[in-house]
Nanobody
Framework: QVELVESGGGLVQPGGSLQLSCAAS????????MAWYRQTPGKQRELVAT???????NYADSVKGRFTISTDNAKNTVYLQMNSLKPEDTAVYYC???????????????WGQGTQVTVSS
């Protein structure tokens, strides 16, 4: 069983910064890509940023230039540095990991439990 544990959410004022982190547990896994999604009530979950095991990144237009995704591959951990936060960034942020679990020989997507980010004065 692979578990993704997120941390770093909270309340921040507009223009402020937060860093989210997400660690994938499990020693017999190969991580192919990691990503952050976000969701607000009544809306579909949307992709915020992705990063491959090779370091290629992709961002939603709404966060380009403000958010940075990065990884510590040795720790199977992904980070999301969020700067210049806006009220419209308020959402539950979910970590996603596409991985192969060698214990069961299957490649699949695993999700974190979600962490609330609230941008408000």
């Amino acid at each position: 069983q692979v578990e993704l544990v997120e941390s770093g959410g909270g309340l921040v004022q507009p223009g402020g910064s937060l860093q989210l982190s997400c660690a994938a547990s499990g020693s017999r896994i190969s991580v192919y890509s990691m990503a952050w999604y976000r969701q607000t009530p009544g809306k579909q979950r949307e992709l915020v940023a992705t990063i491959t095991s090779g370091g290629h990144t992709n961002y939603a237009d709404s966060v380009k230039g403000r958010f940075t995704i990065s990884t510590d591959n040795a720790k199977n951990t992904v980070y999301l540095q969020m700067n210049s936060l806006k009220p419209e960034d308020t959402a539950v942020y979910y970590c996603n990991c596409n991985l192969r679990n060698w214990d069961v020989g299957v490649q699949y997507d695993s999700w974190g439990q979600g962490t609330q980010v609230t941008v408000s004065s």
